[in-house]
């Protein structure tokens, strides 16, 4: 099929494609279901990416509340996505970009100002083509230079909004060799009051995407248990599927135990037969099998971390719970988060605070809450407590060494009171003329200078770092001699702009602070500096003299 003008679009590009379709419900887990498939091919030797479609009318995920919808991720290059990617990220070992991420927005946004420009000269522009074949377009070129692709549809099938994508998709598949492409749907299997598990949903699920031109090659069942195997051939047989291609995919304690579960259901070799890759495939013996190594390890004790924040959703601080427990996967021990509501501290969440091995003061926006973290950060400076604080919670722990150590009453960032008299945070000088909110922060890879013979150079090993970002506001100017001059260290920097702080040795035994996000960079195989030194001042390791392997740029 030739390239046609009017859209750009190319269906060379790519080689391999699974996409992967929910049903039922939201939520039921089919990214880390298509992350877990994603892992296991990696193992076996194949060069693995991901596409997450996102039908929301949103360009990208930069303006949502995270009461709503979880965190915002952070891409290397700036794009702030779905947390899903990140999911993708941390499984698939590997650094995506906007690029992999669609959304109607961006979608519909691109399309619309090639109309306006001209491009389509005169024709009308419609779903289809136009919107489906600019759908296409991104997927294959997101793909290209890998074997193969793996493409969430986020949703559920029969949403409306999803349907221009189902028609992309179908059009995908006619445009594909069998074998080079595959359709796995997720769905949920329940459980009837007398402990039946039922299929009805499924059935129900799969006519619907059948309705649209669409068979599932592989079904995948989300259900508390194992599928029965009376259940799989019930499925198969109403959903026109073979038994084997009917996998179960039950509750797990910890979702990096889902490879290992899907894994021990053959889905992933039922995966490669279908894509007639199975023959290219590492044999099992020489592939990677760190990951069960790591997620398997039987843990020497437990920590105790205080999250101290204002989103009462785990999920809007997914990455920084995850980059614990990549730390304790480090550190070999048991990582238990303990939620703290900044906005209760008069209540009992001080008190749970306190009971707490280490404190960490996330990133967040807004008010609310800022003063439980600032007393929060307070007591951790105060008795010694091992404190990491993130973006948000580096900015309020200049502000509280500023109230409580430099006596600057008043002492605040201007983006949470514009009457401080000491506006210790500052707006960043090229966001002054800046309007718009969508993307328009400090955002993406950046990379940090290191002072030697800092805590900072200790844990990253070396006299920089790249992290990722997304700030509007910094370290005002005019005070980092004074703060400095009280002892609180300002040991990374981009420039003349403050990126790391720390209190030496002697002052207090861990406690650091980095403007950027180092969450978005931390995997199961590759923990952040940070969090693990983290927990070496928990374990009483010196974290100030263990060198963590230095980060990858």
Not at 134 to 146: H, Q, T
Not at 305 to 330: C, F, P, R, T
């Amino acid at each position: 099929m030739p390239t046609e003008p009017e859209t750009d679009y190319d269906p060379e590009l790519g080689r391999k494609f699974i996409f992967v379709t929910g049903g039922v419900m939201s939520g039921l887990g089919k990214g880390i279901t298509a992350a877990s498939t994603g892992r296991l091919l990696k193992n076996a030797g194949f060069d693995v990416t991901a596409v997450k479609i996102d039908p929301y009318l949103n360009v990208d995920a930069g303006t949502m509340n995270p009461f709503q919808h979880g965190e915002v991720y952070v891409l290397k290059d700036g794009g702030e996505v779905d947390l899903d990617l990140g999911n993708y990220e941390r499984f698939l070992d590997i650094d995506m970009t906007f690029d992999h991420n669609v959304t109607t927005g961006k979608t519909y946004q691109h399309v619309i100002e090639k109309e306006r420009s001209g491009d389509y000269l005169g024709r009308t522009v419609q779903i289809i083509p136009h919107i489906t074949d600019d759908i296409k377009r991104r997927i294959r070129e997101a793909a290209e230079g890998n074997d193969v692709c793996i493409i969430e549809v986020g949703g559920t099938v029969g949403d409306i909004e999803g349907m221009p994508y189902l028609e992309a998709l179908r059009q995908f598949a006619h445009e594909e060799d069998e074998d080079d492409i595959l359709f796995t749907h997720v769905t949920l299997v329940p459980y009837s009051k007398n402990g039946e598990q039922k299929t009805k949903p499924t059935q129900h699920s799969v006519k619907e995407l059948r309705s649209i031109g669409l068979q599932p090659d592989i079904l995948v069942g989300r259900c508390s248990d194992k599928l029965d195997i009376d259940t799989k051939e019930k499925i198969a047989l109403f959903c026109d599927v073979p038994t084997e291609a009917v996998f179960s995919n039950p509750d797990v304690d910890d979702i990096y135990h889902v490879p290992l579960m899907v894994e021990e259901e053959g889905l992933d070799q039922y995966v490669m037969e279908e894509l007639d890759i199975a023959s290219e495939a590492l044999p099992e013996g020489e592939r990677e099998n760190r990951w069960r190594d790591l997620v398997t390890q039987n843990t020497e004790g437990e920590v105790e971390i205080a999250l101290v924040g204002k989103y009462d959703l785990e999920d809007a601080y997914m990455s920084v719970h995850e980059a614990l427990k990549h730390a304790g996967l480090e550190k070999n021990v048991d990582v238990n988060v303990r939620w703290v509501n900044s906005e209760k501290m008069s209540d009992h969440h001080a008190d749970r605070m306190r009971e707490a091995d280490a404190i960490v003061v996330p990133g967040g926006f807004g008010a609310r809450g800022t003063e439980g973290k600032i007393e929060a950060i307070r007591y951790a400076r105060e008795n010694d407590v091992p404190f990491l604080g993130l973006c948000l919670g580096f900015q309020m722990a200049v502000v509280e060494y500023a109230r409580n150590v430099l006596d600057l009453e008043g002492a605040h960032s201007a983006e949470l009171d514009e009457d401080t008299p000491h506006p210790v945070i500052d707006i960043l000088p090229e966001q002054y003329e800046i309007e718009d909110m969508g993307g328009t922060m400090r955002l993406g890879a950046h990379e940090t200078d290191i002072d030697a013979n800092t805590l900072a150079a200790t844990l990253y090993g070396g006299e920089s770092c790249t992290e990722r970002h997304r700030h509007r506001y910094e370290v005002n100017p005019e005070y980092i001699d004074d703060l400095e001059a009280a002892g609180l260290k300002f040991s990374g920097y981009a420039e003349n702009r403050m990126e790391i702080l720390e209190l030496a040795p002697e002052d207090h035994p861990y406690f650091i602070g980095t403007q950027f996000h180092p969450e978005f960079r931390s995997r199961p195989t590759r923990a952040s500096p940070p969090f693990v030194g983290l927990l070496e001042a928990v374990l009483g390791d010196d974290p100030h003299s263990v060198t963590t392997e230095e980060v990858s740029h």
